[in-house]
Antibody
């Protein structure tokens, strides 16, 4: 059974850097085709994909946020970390991590999601 | 920032069939990559409903997905009260080194 759980601060100040950790079980990020992605959702708004890291270390980022995002993995700890720099109130959202299933380092689907963690950006 | 466009809302009476459209472009839905659909109930994370033309185990066959050209659709037949939720389409976009995209979301209301 695949499970994922997000952890990190609930409140960050403008200009600060946000660091979120996704801890997962039920799969290995060293298995061919596996990936973990981050998706966020501002209150009352649509989902926005942020970044993904694949089993082979390949990464993709949302082009509009690419300069602010870093995604890394620790396969031995079953964790994926997302950092987002220069946080702004518009970044207030629920942040989800999700298991990505596919056969290559492109395409695929997010088939299991964490419960999400709400992050508020305010001074 | 969504590049996949969905109608904000659709509604139907119990038992009816409703469809949700998802319009993209030649760099996402118009490619060979599949389109996924997610259902999100209030206060819960999205749940994978359809990937391509398939459904995960446990998802009723009342939900089906199709794709044609640069558009995709989700059909819900035999609408039930429990189907009232937000629905999102998702695809992979091959532009700008490749990235994932979600739709703008559609609220389904059961009358």
């Amino acid at each position: 059974q695949i499970t994922l759980k997000e952890s990190g601060p609930t409140l960050v100040k403008p200009t600060q850097t946000l660091t979120l950790t996704c801890t997962f079980s039920g799969f290995s990020l060293s298995t061919s085709g596996a990936g973990v992605g981050w998706i966020r959702q501002p209150p009352g708004k649509a989902l926005e994909w942020l970044a993904v890291i694949y089993w082979n270390g390949d990464k993709r980022h949302n082009p509009s946020l690419k300069t602010r995002l870093t995604i890394t993995k620790d396969t031995s700890k079953n964790q994926v970390v997302l950092t987002m720099t220069n946080m702004d109130p518009v970044d207030t959202a629920t942040y989800y991590c999700a298991h990505r299933r596919g056969s290559a380092s492109s395409g695929g689907t997010f088939d299991f999601w964490g419960q999400g963690t709400m992050v508020t950006v305010s001074s | 920032q969504s590049v996949l466009t969905q109608p904000p809302s659709v509604s139907g009476a119990p038992g009816q069939r409703v469809t949700i459209s998802c319009t993209g472009s030649s760099s996402n839905i118009g490619t060979d990559y599949t389109v996924q659909w997610y259902q999100q109930l209030p206060g819960t994370p999205p749940k994978l409903l359809v990937y391509g033309s398939d459904r995960p185990s446990g998802v009723p066959d009342r939900f089906s997905g199709t794709k044609s050209g640069t558009s995709a659709s989700l059909a819900i037949t035999g609408l039930q009260a429990e189907d009232e939720a937000d629905y999102y389409c998702q695809s992979y976009d091959t532009s700008l080194s490749g990235h994932y995209v979600f739709g703008t979301g559609t609220k389904v209301t059961v009358l």
